[in-house]
């Protein structure tokens, strides 16, 4: 009888397991970081550390729909937005997590590496970190990322630019986009 148990409990998390690795392989991919061997252009204290926040799509904005998502006048980000009380929290845990030496929540915006207007995850903390609005370059803290985020967002829904390639390139290196194609 305990082999039999034994077996059939092996036989359900195989089942499981497959399942998960299945669902895995039909979600759409989430941006990946910028290798590394390929550069940041922009100095390391205006990116989140990307083993914590690497980005991470909403599975629910698609390429397929993003005319009735991110491209309608009438989607806003208020649908998707977390809660004040959820992006506090997460701020002051990643606070301490990232090892600032300042901790006011004050100096810093609970941002979305993929913004929401170009599908973002609203609430994953692998898209949300707490960046800076100082950082040590003049152009590199949270209000000017929100130039690119404008601009990707423009871009995708024009049809410049694919959704994936959108969130790919603000995931590797949102300044490379700023200091490339949005400064100008």
């Known amino acids: 009888?305990?082999?039999?148990?034994?077996?059939?409990?092996?036989?359900?998390?195989?089942?499981?397991?497959?399942?998960?690795?299945?669902?895995?392989?039909?979600?759409?991919?989430?941006?990946k970081p910028a290798?590394?061997?390929?550069a940041r252009l922009g100095p390391a204290d205006i990116y989140p550390d990307a083993a914590r926040t690497p980005g991470e799509a909403n599975?629910?904005?698609?390429?397929?729909?993003?005319?009735?998502?991110?491209?309608?006048?009438?989607?806003?980000?208020?649908?998707?937005?977390p809660s004040v009380h959820y992006t506090s929290s997460l701020k002051m845990q990643q606070l301490r997590e990232y090892g600032y030496a300042d901790l006011n929540p004050r100096d810093y915006e609970e941002d979305h590496l993929i913004p929401l207007e170009i599908g973002g995850h609203p609430s994953d903390p692998k898209n949300l970190w707490p960046e800076p609005y100082e950082t040590s370059i003049p152009d590199g803290g949270a209000r000017f990322k929100d130039k690119v985020e404008n601009y990707l967002h423009e871009q995708v829904c024009a049809g410049n630019i694919s959704l994936r390639e959108a969130q790919q390139e603000i995931a590797a290196d949102w300044y490379r986009v700023y200091a490339t194609r949005v400064a100008h």
Do not use: H, Y
């Open 1 to 31: 009888m305990k082999k039999l148990l034994v077996a059939v409990l092996v036989v359900v998390a195989a089942v499981i397991l497959f399942r998960a690795i299945s669902r895995l392989a039909s979600s759409p991919a989430a941006p």
């Open 59 to 81: 599975p629910d904005i698609t390429p397929e729909n993003v005319g009735q998502t991110i491209c309608n006048p009438a989607w806003s980000t208020r649908l998707v937005r």
């Open 35 to 38: 290798p590394q061997s390929e």
